[in-house]
């Protein structure tokens, strides 16, 4: 009866909607249809001169990613179980889309890596930088996550339990610690 019960429960709970609030520790999240739409992330202090597009280069990295697909089948004559296995390069390419004349808005495309219940996932995504006196606003738009072993390709993150959204701002919000700590 116990185990009736734990499985009912997790049946339950592992589709469960997250909303805005409960990922505002992360930043603004705006939620499109409960996929993730945007996360905009404000922080305040004086930045160096110059210093938004050096670090943006420094920092983001927007690499190619390998796509791994397995598989298998059955021989028809044989019987014998044959693996197949695929691998194909997506993204890559510029980091910096954007960079306003006086360095004050930048513009970029990055992708980053994080790890699932053991499952490594690829997270592209936009990037604008404004800054405004001593305030900067990092807002992520475009944001996607693919399982690089699953071979499907890239898809937007629901902002519900067992997706992934959670590690996935983690990331995000660390991009962000990374860029404060080289532009202050």
Request: hydrophobic share 40%.
């Amino acid at each position: 009866m116990r185990l009736v019960a734990v499985a009912l429960l997790a049946m339950v709970t592992s589709g469960c909607a997250t909303s805005p609030s409960d990922l505002a520790r992360y930043g603004v999240v705006e939620l499109e249809s409960q996929n993730v739409k945007s996360l905009s992330i404000v922080r305040e202090g004086a930045a160096k001169a110059g210093s938004i597009p050096k670090c943006v280069a420094i920092i983001i990295r927007n690499d190619s990613v390998a796509m791994t697909q397995s598989g298998g089948y059955v021989g028809a004559y044989t019987g014998n179980y044959y693996q197949t296995s695929s691998v194909r390069e997506v993204s890559g390419g510029s980091v910096t889309q954007y960079v306003a004349a006086d360095g004050s808005e930048v513009v970029a495309r990055g992708e980053a890596k994080f790890t699932t219940a053991l499952v490594e996932r690829s997270l592209r995504y936009t990037l604008n930088i404004k800054q405004v006196a001593n305030q900067r606003t990092y807002t992520f738009t475009g944001v996607e996550q693919a399982g690089t072993t699953n071979g499907y390709g890239y898809h937007k993150i629901a902002a519900m339990t067992g997706t992934g959204v959670e590690q996935a701002l983690e990331s995000l919000s660390a991009i962000v610690d990374e860029l404060e700590h080289c532009i202050k």
